[in-house]
């Protein structure tokens, strides 16, 4: 039984996601106990990952801080703002500063993976930018090729983003970057995204926008 500072955000095939409060504030809390037994290994692998991306970015401000994680759950702090497709920044202010960001996460050997998704960017409360859900991150010790291939289609992805609540604002440089996809995004596009979407739509049963749904939500 949850505790009644204890609020469910989110449940699904890989587990549970609750909103706590303890000593006055907010903890975001992964759980993989209710995680379905056959997937519950990935999981556990995701919840890993969001970890160590945590770990190495600790510090910095922006992104989610790691509290605690074990075999079982993983705690990180609260983040306050609204997802990107609720707060719909139009300032280009915002993106400068977005991309500030994502240069802090690159150069702390941290790559998100999962920028596509509108909800894992928020407008925070003063206007500000974050970014959370880190499951996918990937952090590396040194700067090999497909770092920097990753690190770029992190680029293009915000770059998508920037096209959609404030096109004018695009540079010249920031156009030729969308114009011209990566190896690994065709790649994806050809290979892995058919399959992506058949497992999250048809097995897991998200719905559109690749399994954001209700996710906006978690914070």
Same mark, same amino acid.
């Given at each position: 039984?949850?505790?009644?500072?204890?609020?469910?955000?989110?449940?699904? $095939?890989?587990? @549970?996601?609750?909103?706590?409060?303890?000593?006055? @504030?907010?903890?975001?809390?992964?759980?993989?106990?209710?995680?379905?037994?056959?997937?519950?290994?990935?999981?556990?692998?995701? %919840?890993?990952?969001?970890?160590?991306?945590?770990?190495?970015?600790?510090?910095?401000?922006?992104?989610?801080? /790691?509290?605690?994680?074990?075999? %079982? $759950?993983?705690?990180?702090?609260?983040?306050?703002g609204q997802p %990107?497709? #609720?707060?719909?920044? $139009?300032?280009?202010?915002?993106?400068? #500063?977005?991309?500030?960001?994502?240069?802090?996460?690159? =150069?702390?050997?941290?790559?998100?993976?999962?920028?596509?998704?509108?909800?894992?960017?928020?407008? $925070?409360?003063? !206007?500000?930018?974050?970014?959370?859900?880190?499951?996918?991150?990937?952090?590396?010790?040194?700067?090999?090729?497909?770092?920097?291939?990753?690190?770029?289609?992190?680029?293009?992805?915000?770059?998508?983003?920037?096209?959609?609540?404030?096109?004018?604002? /695009?540079?010249?440089?920031?156009?030729?970057? /969308? !114009?011209?996809?990566?190896?690994?995004?065709?790649?994806?596009? #050809?290979?892995?995204?058919?399959?992506? /979407?058949?497992?999250?739509? =048809?097995?897991?049963?998200?719905?559109?926008? @690749?399994?954001?749904?209700?996710?906006? !939500?978690v914070r």
């Open positions: 039984m949850r505790s009644p500072t204890q609020k469910l955000l989110k449940k699904d $095939t890989f587990g @549970e996601v609750s909103r706590l409060e303890r000593d006055g @504030e907010i903890v975001i809390r992964r759980d993989i106990r209710p995680a379905a037994v056959w997937v519950r290994w990935l999981a556990r692998r995701l %919840m890993y990952r969001e970890a160590r991306a945590l770990a190495a970015l600790e510090g910095v401000s922006g992104v989610p801080q /790691l509290i605690d994680v074990n075999r %079982m $759950t993983l705690e990180r702090t609260f983040v306050d %990107m497709q #609720q707060g719909k920044p $139009t300032d280009p202010r915002y993106f400068k #500063q977005a991309a500030k960001l994502l240069r802090k996460l690159h =150069r702390c050997g941290v790559v998100h993976n999962d920028l596509a998704k509108e909800p894992n960017i928020l407008l $925070t409360a003063d !206007s500000g930018v974050a970014f959370i859900d880190f499951q996918l991150a990937g952090h590396v010790n040194s700067r090999t090729r497909l770092f920097r291939a990753l690190a770029r289609e992190d680029i293009r992805h915000l770059l998508k983003h920037k096209r959609t609540y404030c096109a004018d604002a /695009l540079t010249t440089r920031e156009k030729a970057i /969308l !114009s011209q996809p990566g190896l690994l995004s065709r790649l994806w596009m #050809q290979t892995v995204k058919p399959v992506y /979407l058949f497992i999250t739509r =048809r097995l897991l049963g998200w719905s559109d926008r @690749e399994g954001a749904g209700d996710r906006g !939500s």
